[in-house]
C-alpha cells in the first residue's frame, strides 16, 4: 500500500514566510532570478538568499513616496554598504525622487521591479562636478541589478533652428528647399546624464531600465571589465537630442548582450574623447563585444566616432536586429585616431528616415575620414569585416576615405540590400552604395534590389567606386535603380588593379559595369552573366578599353 505524505512535515512547507519577513531577515535578489533557486530546506522565496550585508533603504529613511526626497537615505545606506565590506543596497518598490547617487567598492545596488528612481529636479541634490543620477569614481566590483527603473524626466520645446550644424549643412539645405518645417527640439529643465562611471573595474549593470535620460545615458569613462547586460533603454525617437545610449569612453574590455536600446542619438557608441583642459594622453577604446541586441536610433544604432583622439581597436558588432532607425552603423575619425580590426556581422537592418536635424539619411552604413579642424591629424580606418547582413535601407550607404588616406583593408561579404524609396520630403538618395578613396577591397555576394512598386525618379546606380585600388568584386548580382534606366548598375571611376568576376546582371539591366575617369587601369572582367544586360559593359571613351582587360 502507498504511504501517505505527510504535508505536515514537509521542510518546504512547514514554515510560511512572507516576502516581508524574509527581507527582514536578510534575504537579497541574486542574479539567478526566479527560476534559478533550489530550496535549502528552509521556506524560501525563488530568486531569494540568505546574506547578512543586506541593507533595505527604508531603514535608513527612504519612504518610497515620490514627493519625498530619497538622495541621503539612499547614500547612507551604500556607504553603510561598503563600510561592512560590500553586501546589497536593497530599494523596495516605490517611488524615489534622487539626485547624485554614488557608487561605492562591493555595492549592488538593487532596484525591485516596481522600484523607480525619477530624477531630482533640485540643484542642492547633486554631487558637485558628478553631473548624473548614478556616478562612481575609482570605484571597484559593484554592480545596479533588478528590474527596477531609472527615470530621467527628460524635457524639451520645439523652436527656430538655433545654429546650423556643421555635420548636416547639406541635408539642412535640402529640407528648406522642400519647404519642411525648420524647428526643431532642443532639452530644457534638468541637464543631466543618467549613469555615469568614471575610472572603474568590475563593473556589472543587469535587468534594469533607464528612460528618459536629458543627455546621454550611460557613460562609461576610462573604465575597465564592464558587464551589461538585459538592459532597457529608452530615449523619445524625435525629441531625445544627445540622449545617446550607451557611450564607451576610453574604456576597455567592455560586453554588452541581451539588450533592448531605443534612442534618439546613437545607441551604443565608441569614442576616445579629450576632456576639456586635459593635458595628458588619451587612453584608447579596445576589446569591446556587442552582441544579441534589438537597437533602434534616430541616429546610429551601433557608432564609432566621432571623437577620436585615441586609437578604438578590436571591436565586434554581432548578431543585432536594428530596425525603425535613421542608420545602420557607422564609423567617423576626425581627429587623428586609427580605428582598426573591427568587425559588424549577422545584423538585420530596417531604417526608416528621422526629422532634417538627425545624422543620417535610412542607409545602411557611413564611413568618414576628414579632419575635424584644418590643423587637426588626418586618421586611418583600416582592417574593417562587413559580414552576413540584410538591410532595407532608404538612402544611399557610403563608404569613404580621404583623398591623402584611404580607408585599407576592407571586406564586404554576403550582403543582401533591398532599396526601399525614401519616406520623407526632402529627397536625398541617388545611388544604393558608394565607395570613395580606399585601397585593398573586397565585395563577395552582394546583391542590391530595387523596390519596383514605389520608384523614386532620383535613383541612379547600385554601385559606384571611385578611386578605389586593389580591389575584387565577385558575386554581385543587381541593376541601376530605374528598371530599363539609362544610368548603369555599377560605374567604375579612377579605379585600378582590380577584377570583377562571377557577377550576373538582372532583368531591367541596361550598361552593367561603366568604367571611367583619367586613372583607371589594370582591370580584369571575366566569368560574368550579361544575359540580361542591355549594353553589358561601357566605357567613358575608347582609351580606357585598353585599360580594362575582358574574358
Known sequence: MRKKYNYK??????????????????????????????????????????????????????????????TNPIRAAVEACTSAGGGTVYVPPGDYTVGTIQMKDNVNLCLEAGATFFLSQDQDDFIQGALSMIYAKDANNFAVTGRGTFNGLAQYEFVDMQGIDVEIVEEIELARAAGIDMRRYYRTGRQTFMFVLNDCKNVMLEDISIINSPLWTIRLNNCDRVTIHGVYLYSDL?????????????????????????TADDSIVLKTPKESGQEGPVNVTENIVVTNCILSSSSTPLMIGTETFADVRHVLFNNCAIHNSNKGFGINVQDGATVHDIIFSNLTIETNRRHWNWWGSAEMCKFVLKKREEDSKLGRIKDII?????????????????????LENFRISNIQMNMLPEDAKDKRTKNALEIENVKGLRIEDLTIDWDEEHVEENWQSALVMKRVSDFELVSFK???????GDNPAIVMEDTSDGLIRDSKAIEGCGT?????????????????????????????NEGLKKAVEIK
Open 512 to 540: 552593367f559595369v561603366y568604367f571611367k575617369g583619367i586613372d583607371t587601369k589594370e582591370i580584369e572582367v571575366r566569368n560574368n552573366n550579361l544575359k540580361k544586360s542591355g549594353k553589358g559593359i561601357s566605357f567613358e
Open 386 to 406: 562587413i559580414d552576413n547582413i540584410i538591410c532595407a535601407p532608404r538612402g544611399t550607404s557610403t563608404i569613404k576615405g580621404n583623398a591623402d588616406q584611404p
Open 9 to 70: 512535515s514537509s521542510n518546504i512547507l512547514n514554515e510560511k514566510v512572507n516576502r516581508r519577513e524574509m527581507i527582514a531577515r536578510g534575504a537579497v535578489l541574486t542574479g539567478a532570478g526566479l527560476f534559478g533557486a533550489a530550496f535549502t530546506g528552509k521556506a524560501e522565496i525563488p530568486g531569494l538568499q540568505q546574506t547578512g550585508n543586506f541593507f533595505n533603504v527604508k531603514d535608513f529613511g527612504a519612504s518610497g513616496k515620490r514627493e519625498e526626497k530619497a
Open 238 to 262: 524625435e525629441k531625445g537630442v544627445n540622449a545617446d545610449g550607451i557611450d564607451i569612453c576610453s574604456s576597455r574590455n567592455v560586453t554588452i548582450s541581451d539588450s533592448i536600446i531605443i
Open 478 to 484: 543587381g541593376r541601376q535603380g530605374l528598371k530599363n
